[in-house]
């Protein structure tokens, strides 16, 4: 199999056929993309998708199970990652990062914690130290040009003021800068930020924007950052690369992948033709960016949270659902149930006694046959005419839940007793690949039908014994 990435003259980093096992798990699966010189490149994707493990793989923190890691430095000087310890990734390599954590030094002030990453040229011109004790000249103008350099990334990220405080007193976000700074002391030609904006505020995340857009306009130097906030991600980068399940489901511009399909598909845990019923609504209703399919899907949730709920009022649980769209859906949903004058049915009382409940998700009405291909334990309709919201479990979606409906798995205790038969029927008519297992539709169908089965406990009347 040829490589999708080729030898590109423009890219600083090249990841080829990249694969990491641990013991029977796949976190990365076969991954090809390239990190271009001075430009910001994300790697983004839902929790779990292997992510960390790609920059652990890159600074030298794990050895690639397969796969080719080539970094190529402004000099012309190649180097492969996969071969080379982590200090000397940093040190030779100029591949620097930061972790999902802060791991500053808390006890340092913060114009030490600037110059502990210089250790290298100040332990070379200090012959080990030996010449730093004799103060010889080389090690007093290497020290001078350390405290030069601390200075510059102290004025970058406005803390000058605060050089000779403790690192760990600062706020959180005046931390994370610090970090960037102390990574920036290395003089990497990589930089590889784990989820830098993680736990910031809308101002500190603005302020992060313009540092690392500075980082890449005045230094030259390359990002490639891990990040949850697409808000940093869709304002900063030039190239964003998605990850589901350690393999690549998309590459190239915010733009592009902000309207992949599969990129939506992925965030919300839904099939592809999920996906494509949404893309449908969304432009049914007038909507011109495609992400408006994420607000369609919010929408159905919330309208069928207030059929089954008329009394609470769900509207503020998501705001994000364009107006427009939230009034179309509302009304789509509700035609159906509109009766006509004429009909004279609805204005008779129906006896008690024949009175049946209804199950309050149309996709629970009992097929007029069962499916080929059903599982051993499927049922012709719910019981008690009333089937289990299967959406609850994650992983499974709308059409998803209709698609178990009409093969009889109404009950959340029907996918609970599924076997190793019953999971490959079931993934042979809903397409999955694995998903079942991965995502443990049978744990969670466990605990949710023993959460049903258990009944409230009856209040205590009367004053104490």
């Known amino acids: 199999m040829v490589s999708e990435v080729q030898n590109n003259p423009t890219a600083i980093l090249r ?5 990491m096992k641990f013991g029977g798990l796949i976190a990365i699966n076969d991954l090809n993309f390239e990190a271009r010189r001075g430009a910001i490149t994300a790697l983004i994707g839902p929790n779990g998708a292997g992510k960390t493990t790609v920059f ?8 690639p199970t397969e796969g080719m890691l080539t970094m190529t430095r402004q000099n012309g000087e190649e180097y492969l990652l996969e071969r080379m310890a982590d200090f000397v990734i940093t040190k030779k390599a100029k591949v620097a990062r930061t972790f999902q954590n802060i791991r500053l030094f808390s ?40 405290i030069e350099k601390a200075r510059f990334w102290l004025e ?26 102390r990574a920036m002391c290395t003089d990497p030609e990589l930089l590889c930020l784990d989820e830098p904006a993680a736990g910031l505020n809308a101002r500190e995340s603005a ?23 697409m808000s940093v991600v869709m304002e900063i980068s030039d190239h964003v690369v998605v990850l589901e399940y350690g393999t690549k489901i998309s590459d190239g511009t915010p733009e592009t992948v902000k309207n992949d399909p599969k990129v939506i598909a992925a965030y919300l845990g839904v099939e592809d033709e999920e996906v494509v019923e949404l893309i449908e609504q969304a432009e049914a209703a007038g909507v011109d960016d495609i992400t408006a399919a994420v607000d369609l899907l919010s929408t159905e949730a919330l309208l069928e949270i207030e059929e089954a709920h008329p009394d609470m009022a769900p509207a503020a649980l998501i705001p994000s659902a364009p ?29 008690a006694s024949t009175v049946k409940s209804k199950p309050t998700n149309p996709a629970a009405k009992p097929p007029a046959a069962i499916k080929p291909g059903a599982t051993a334990n499927a049922l012709a309709e719910p019981r ?38 019953d999971i490959i029927a079931a993934e042979a008519y809903l397409a999955f690949d694995g998903r079942i297992a991965r995502e443990d539709w049978i744990g969670q169908a466990k605990k949710l039908a023993k959460q049903s089965q258990v009944t409230p406990a009856p209040k205590k009347t009367g004053g104490a014994k």
């Open 15 to 19: 990841v080829e056929r990249l694969s």
């Open 56 to 63: 652990n793989c890159i600074t030298g923190f794990y050895k």
């Open 107 to 146: 006890g340092l002030t913060v114009l030490e914690n600037l110059l502990v990453a210089q250790h290298n040229p100040l332990m070379l011109s200090s012959g080990f130290t030996i010449l730093g004790l004799l103060g010889f000249p080389t090690y007093k103008k290497a020290a001078s040009d350390a």
């Open 156 to 181: 970058k990220i406005n803390l000058v003021e605060r050089a000779d405080d403790p690192a760990g007193d600062l706020p959180y976000g005046a931390q994370r800068r610090l970090e960037i700074a």
């Open 207 to 229: 302020e992060l924007n313009k540092l690392l857009l500075d980082i890449r306009d005045e230094t030259g130097t390359s990002i490639l950052l891990i990040e949850h906030d």
């Open 323 to 351: 107006a427009k769209v939230r009034r179309t859906r509302a009304t789509a949903a509700k035609k159906p149930t509109v009766k006509s004058a004429t009909d004279t049915t609805a204005a008779k009382p129906a006896a």
């Open 384 to 421: 008690g005419g009333k089937a289990d919201k299967l959406i609850v479990i994650k992983g499974i979606g709308p059409v998803n839940e209709r698609k178990l409906n009409e093969h009889g798995i109404f009950h959340f205790d029907q996918i609970a007793a599924w076997k190793k038969a």
